[in-house]
């Protein structure tokens, strides 16, 4: 004898079930617009990387503090859309009009969306307040640490390189194992005076301080003299070094997406109040998304799963242009403090709550026309 579920085991198998059909959906728009983003940002990790803006063995580090703040940004994009792919997926298999027949509205729809939301959410805050921000400061770190020691990556075959203070230019045909270069040209200004360059091998030496470095030569010539001049100086040598200083590290004060969110709070700079309420956007915005995604996403049956897409992405860049907005606003202090970007989440619940406003008046007419003539008031 089969026993009949109760309203609790209904509900808890609905939940359930959005639960992971949101959920796998989620995962998988998550790593495609990573996906994208992630290989468009490589190739202009490797053109830094090449130019020595970043260390070249810290490219991985690099993409994974990228990874970071890219996250901030994708999960509540990703969140939004997944909702809406698989709504519209339960609308176009009538999945969701068995639902309405039950008797399960938007209401029962929201209690397992927002449970995942606020999970989301919480993991969206730690990531635009601390995590992000953390990121964007070691980025600069390993920026400043290259800017420094852009001299110890001369090494390399094939292209002219400039080093030291002195503004010379090395090149060389070819690099050996052991790090040493071969045919090696070097060119220099000292004073007045041009110094060339000319030999068989070079390498690089380290100083026991770590400020400074000699790049050694071995078996070539050297030539001294003043452009335009007729007398030259011919020295040849064994072994010959020039030495160079590293550039010294600059104590630049940090951005205000490079500061803590505990210096943000202690500062009264409107450039900094702004970026505050930049940073609690995200986690407000994934949360707004959620509340408005399930009006949004309501669709015929006879329509297809993507027609909502558009309606979807449109919402999305109205919203991300306007919180957009409202910090350049903050910024510029044409728009009060205490204001933020709290208008900008209050118009949108407020256009959430109307279209579910419709929706229920729709709801109820579904409901009443699906019941049995026995069964109506």
Known sequence: MSVAKTPWARSSLLNRY??????????AVTLVLLLILVTNQFAAVLGDAAASQIPR???????????????TILVPLSFFLAIMLSLARLYHDSEMSAMMACGIGPAQLY?????LGLLLAVGVAWLSLVASPA???EVKTLSEVARRDASLGLLEPGRFISFGSSGAVMYAESLTGDQH??????????GERVEVILADEAWQVVTDNGNYREVVFARGRRYEGEPGGAKFRIVEFVEHGIPFA????????????QRTTSALLESSDPVDRA????????????????????????TE????????????????????NLLAAGQAWLERERLPEFSGLWWVHGLFLLVAGLMLLVQRGRFRKLQRRWQLPGERP
């Open 246 to 257: 590293l550039p010294v590290a600059r104590n630049t004060a940090l951005k205000a997406n």
């Open 111 to 115: 209690r397992p969306l927002l449970m």
């Open 57 to 71: 063995d810290a490219i991985v580090r690099v993409m994974g503090l990228t990874i970071v703040q890219y996250l």
């Open 135 to 137: 990121a964007v400061r």
């Open 181 to 190: 270069l071969h045919n090696v040209f070097v060119q220099r200004r000292v």
């Open 18 to 27: 959005l639960l992971r059909e949101v959920g796998q959906t989620w995962l």
């Open 301 to 320: 049956p006879r329509r297809g799963r993507f027609s909502g897409l558009a309606a979807a992405i449109l919402v999305y860049v109205i919203y991300a």
């Open 275 to 298: 970026e505050l309420h930049w940073r609690l956007a995200p986690a407000l915005t994934l949360l707004v998304l959620t509340v408005i995604a399930v009006p949004l996403a309501k």
